[in-house]
């Protein structure tokens, strides 16, 4: 992409409103060293350091699109009534985020818990509820959705219970504008009908799985397209890049000359992928300006966001 063609599309981010719908997840990172063996198991002694939160899942793609400048941006979810809850809301208070949150009682705020030793993750710890939002708290998200009128909705699943069939039959009746679905896949049908979704390689392979497709995904990725009644199917390959599947399909090369962490690349990609294809409405511009993002997510430690200026040098150092 030439250097301009980007600083333009940056320009036009200032003008979009975009909605974010998903889980939310507070990640907690625990830096610190490991440096002998414990005398009472054969385990290793980690030392801490320092401890972190970022914002995790949706929260982290609505994080993206403010780093990218999107001139207004919504996020829509749920936590739990805890401490996490009101770091996470913290947190988005201090990035300026407006947000609608369902505030339970009695369920958790989603928690990663990262143990990194030497830039390492040693271990990850999980504390989370998947039950699903009632129908009234969705009808309550969904209001408030509405009432913004975005240009976009992206749809950020992880599969922790505030994606729907319910919220999927909304989205597809009562919203005009185009959703953009991150997905998982045992949720593959609250996604059917909508604009566009972002499967990796192997949530792709699962969903097709579901549809007794058989074969490699230059093969089965036009037919799920069809059999999702998809208007666009973008499918990440990790270090191969992504491929674009419309009337036929289109590969574009990763752009990353090092893949540090992985974590939240797909939270990246969404958004850069939405904000770019609802400013220019030119497929091969968003999945050139996706890629190029992704590759900078990649090069970071753990769930983070890319910066207009550092896709502006990631374009001069490859000149």
Known sequence: MVKNQIENLLR?????????IGDLILDKYIFGKVERISPEAPVPIFEIERE????????NVALNLKSLEVGEILLLGRVGKDSEGEILKEILRQRKIEFYLIESEKLPTTRKTRVVAKSQQLLRIDRESKEPLKEKETENLFTV???FDPDAVIVSDYAKGVITKYLGD?????????TFVDPRPQNYLSYRGLFCMTPNLKEFSEIAKYFSLQGSYIETAPILREKMKLDTLVVTLSEKGLALVREDIKHFPATAREVYDVTGAGDTVIASLTASYIASK?????CKFANLCAGIAVSKLGTSQVHPEEILQTLDSNL
Do not use: M, T, Y
């Not at 972190?52 to 929260?59: I, Q």
């Open 170 to 178: 909304l989205l597809r009746k009562k919203i005009e504008v185009p």
């Open 12 to 20: 036009k981010f200032k003008n979009l409103k975009i909605a974010v």
């Open 145 to 147: 959705l509405k009432e």
């Open 282 to 286: 030119d497929w091969i511009i968003s």
């Open 52 to 59: 972190e939160f970022r914002a995790g899942g949706a929260a």
